[in-house]
């Protein structure tokens, strides 16, 4: 079936007994056993939930993997999969990731005994030459956060495929209405569910979803060993999400096209980084890659008046009036955010600066709203942010 078929359908099935066509929201922590190991499937609800259950099975299909599993954040999917790894390990990681996947490698595994490579996968032989032999895990996101970096995930795979070492690929940016790194050669498909898939702002979720028994078995005893699972009134909200997950995807898409293309020939706006446009550098990877082209946009603003490029980027975010300014994406509400001062003030500036993190970057999330409104709000921040009032 196609994905927007499975959106609305997989993993659900009418109740047999009342014929509700929403999945039942089973909240009970424990289940009765008819004796001692006696049960019908569950007996304790972080080891498994029949709400959790049919939410894995919706984004295992979505994303056209065997095994899905759910968490309570995207980072609580991250740390279960970065305790597959040991003392001494090696871990090969893009970048440009999301701030919190740089700040639980470099503060929380590092002082464990992992070590991690951040690489630019732009070109993939930078990967060959990070690899060592303790190599355990390579990790990357495409698009990147928050420069939109497009990573050509097949050429990765064959990399890593070879010598065994799991592939991790985030896929939060692109869902899987966009891009299926499964079938590109990925190991592991990671979400926050926080983002595109649950889509309403109102629950924070993590997934995984992987092919391989070996490396499911594995992961599904340490997602009940660690616990970072998800409440089944949360799974529920985020099946209702999904429904709608490829209509959201879509226009969110169309929306950030057009108005990327207008950034692009705005005097006020120094460089976009939109992997839908034919100036960026990834541009030809991701025609190959990806059905559509997203909603994250990221651009440059010019220095206003002042010529304080940073001052300038406080008013534009106070300017604007319909998008919010507030850290997430992946909404059916836009949102905008300054990545410097937020989602990664807790990567180092240093880093930041080599990233092209600097004080006039911004970053929009497009929701469904109408793009006519969408570039007018833009339009009219850009206007009054110009001068100081
Ligand atoms: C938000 C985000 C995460 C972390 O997910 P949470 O649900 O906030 O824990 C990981 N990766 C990407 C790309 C994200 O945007």
Not at 227 to 244: E, H, N, Q, Y
Not at 254 to 261: P, R
């Amino acid at each position: 079936m196609k994905l927007d078929t499975l959106a609305v359908h997989a993993g659900q099935h009418p109740d047999p007994t009342t014929g509700a066509v929403m999945p039942n929201i089973v909240l009970s922590s424990t289940f009765a056993q008819d004796g001692p190991g006696e049960h019908k499937g569950y007996d304790y609800s972080r080891s498994g939930n029949p709400t959790r259950n049919t939410l894995e099975a919706c984004i295992a299909a979505l994303e056209g993997g065997a095994h899905g599993l759910s968490f309570g954040s995207g980072l609580g999917a991250t740390t279960t999969i970065l305790h597959l790894l040991r003392p001494g390990d090696h871990v090969v990681c893009g970048d440009d990731v999301y701030g919190g996947t740089f700040r639980i490698l470099d503060k929380c595994f590092k002082p464990l005994g992992i070590d991690v490579s951040f690489v630019d996968f732009s070109d993939p032989s930078r990967l060959e030459a990070a690899l060592q032999p303790n190599t355990k895990l390579v990790w990357l996101e495409t698009p990147t956060n928050p420069t939109l970096k497009v990573f050509d995930i097949a050429a990765l795979a064959a990399i890593t495929r070879p010598k065994s070492i799991p592939l991790v690929v985030d896929n939060t940016f692109a869902t899987p209405v966009i891009q299926r790194p499964l079938a590109l050669g990925a190991d592991i498909v990671l979400h926050s569910v926080t983002k595109y898939l649950n889509g309403h702002s109102d629950v924070v979720g993590g997934a995984i979803v992987v092919n391989d028994d070996g490396l499911h078995q594995g992961l599904r005893f340490l997602q009940n060993a660690l616990g970072a699972v998800p409440s089944p009134f949360d799974c529920f909200m985020v099946l209702r999400g999904i429904k709608t997950l490829h209509l959201r995807v879509e226009r969110a898409s169309a929306s950030a096209l057009s108005l990327a293309q207008w950034l692009e020939s705005h005097p006020d706006v120094r460089r976009v980084h939109y992997p839908g446009l034919p100036s960026h550098p990834n541009h030809s990877v991701a025609q190959r890659q990806m059905a559509l082209t997203g909603g994250m946009i990221s651009f440059v603003i010019s220095p206003g008046k002042d010529h304080d490029t940073l001052a300038r980027s406080r008013r534009f975010l106070k300017a604007v009036k319909l998008f919010a300014c507030a850290e997430s994406l992946g909404g059916v509400e836009s949102l905008i955010e300054h990545p410097a001062l937020m989602t990664h003030a807790s990567v180092p500036a240093a880093q930041r600066n080599a990233l092209g993190i600097d004080d006039g970057l911004i970053r929009v999330s497009v929701g469904v709203e109408h793009v006519e409104d969408l570039r007018a709000d833009l339009a009219q921040a850009f206007e009054l942010s110009a001068t100081v009032r």
